[in-house]
Every structure is written in C-alpha cells, then in structure tokens.
C-alpha cells in the first residue's frame, strides 16, 4: 500500500502564514506527480498546487505569489509554504500524488491523504 501523511495545519490570523508538509510512504516505485487540492465546505475540491507529470509546476490562481510548492524527492516528502493568508484560503487540505506501487510499476494510482484544516480568521 501507499501512505499519504499531511501535518501543518492549524488556525492562524488573516495575514499570517502556515507550512504544509506531506509525506508518501509504502510499495512505491515511483511517483509521477504530486501537490495539494483543498475543499472548503459547500465546495468542490480544488487543486492548489501541483507538481505535474511533465515536470511543471501549477498553482490555482488565487494563490500565484502567496503559496509556494516544493519537494524533497529523496524523502518522497512536498511542502506548501502558505504566506498572506486570507480567510477565503480556509478548507480541508489534501496532499494528493500518482504513484505506480512496486510489484505494478505500469499502473499509475492516485492516492490521498486524509486531509489536514486549515483555519484562517481573525
């Protein structure tokens, strides 16, 4: 199996700024692509920001200049770095990633994580 582990979450004041972090652990062979999706309630999920199969990088344009993306390949391991938070940015954070499992390395999954809330308000 693959595990999918998000810390950082929390409450923090418009302005302020919080630090995601996700973990992949498990069979993995490879990872081919992988990021943050929120949902606020009411709403359906969102991607954030996402490294892509092809190697680039995408953000939601909301957050372009405020939330930064990276990765550490050796420890399967992307951060979100969120600066000037604003109350709109409140949801449930995922870390999501398509991985192949070893064992089955032409089948490309998408896995996720179960999700860490992040507050923003005064």
């Known amino acids: 199996q693959v595990q999918l582990v998000e810390s950082g979450g929390g409450l923090v004041q418009p302005g302020g700024s919080l630090r995601l972090s996700c973990a992949a652990s498990?069979?993995?062979?490879?990872?081919?692509?992988m990021g943050w999706y929120r949902q606020a309630p009411g709403k359906q999920r969102e991607m954030v920001a996402f490294f892509t199969r092809t190697g680039n990088t995408m953000y939601e344009e909301s957050v372009k200049g405020r939330f930064t993306i990276s990765r550490d390949n050796a420890k399967n391991t992307v951060i979100l770095q969120m600066n000037s938070l604003k109350p709109e940015d409140t949801a449930v954070y995922y870390c999501?990633?398509?991985?192949?499992?070893?064992?089955?390395?032409?089948?490309?999954?998408?896995?996720w994580g179960q999700g860490t809330q992040v507050t923003v308000s005064s």
């Open positions: 498990g069979s993995i062979f490879r990872i081919y692509a």
């Open positions: 999501g990633a398509d991985v192949s499992r070893i064992g089955q390395e032409s089948t490309i999954t998408r896995y």
